[in-house]
């Protein structure tokens, strides 16, 4: 006697695995569960759960998944090419957040560093852009982004929206940079 299989519309629906990742996060999620985000889909006979746990058995686990093959995975029967695609392009950016590199950021070690990293992007705009960099604790750069762009001359930027990157990227320091379209430097105390 066959029995039915329980699909996803079956669960409740804070029982998802999609719901249970926007409500708690990924960490909440079991890989069969992860897995299954990937593949979206299952086949007639099986949910897209039951088909995420049969792929992680068949590999033993996450270890024996991540060598796995094109021709591995589409020889497994609910897994087709853009399946196997899906799965293996995922394991592919997770080798290479894996073996990310920071030793390479430019690190600012003076103002002049400072000036000469954002100089050749500012020299020749036409309106004032407020630019910031956010620096890690070696004083490496994380991330470079204007800010604001304003007129000819004159830009108008909020304290908010500088500390915001920076707290969204975990900066340890910010670096505040602005051209003068005009080429007048103008000094002045606040």
Do not use: W
């Amino acid at each position: 006697m066959r029995t039915e299989a329980l699909m996803i519309k079956d669960y409740p629906h804070e029982d998802r695995p999609r719901e249970r990742f926007v409500q708690s996060g990924p960490e909440s999620l079991s890989n069969h569960e992860l897995l299954a985000l990937l593949l979206r889909t299952g086949t007639k006979e099986e949910s897209v759960l039951q088909l995420a746990n049969r792929l992680l058995n068949h590999f033993e686990g996450l270890r024996l998944l991540k060598e796995a093959t094109l021709d591995e995975m589409t020889g497994i029967k609910g897994i087709g090419m853009a399946k196997a695609i899906q799965v293996l392009a995922a394991v592919e950016l997770g080798r290479r957040i894996t073996n990310l590199n920071y030793d390479d950021r430019y690190v600012i070690r003076s103002p002049e560093d400072g000036a000469k990293y954002v100089m050749q992007d500012m020299r020749f705009l036409s309106q004032e852009h407020f630019v910031c960099l956010y620096l890690n604790t070696k004083n490496q750069v994380l991330h470079k982004k204007t800010v604001f762009i304003g007129s000819l001359n004159a830009s108008i930027v909020h304290p908010r929206e500088v500390y915001k990157e920076a707290l969204k990227r975990s900066a340890a320091s910010v670096i505040c940079a602005h051209n003068h379209p005009s080429g007048v430097r103008l000094y002045g105390a606040a």
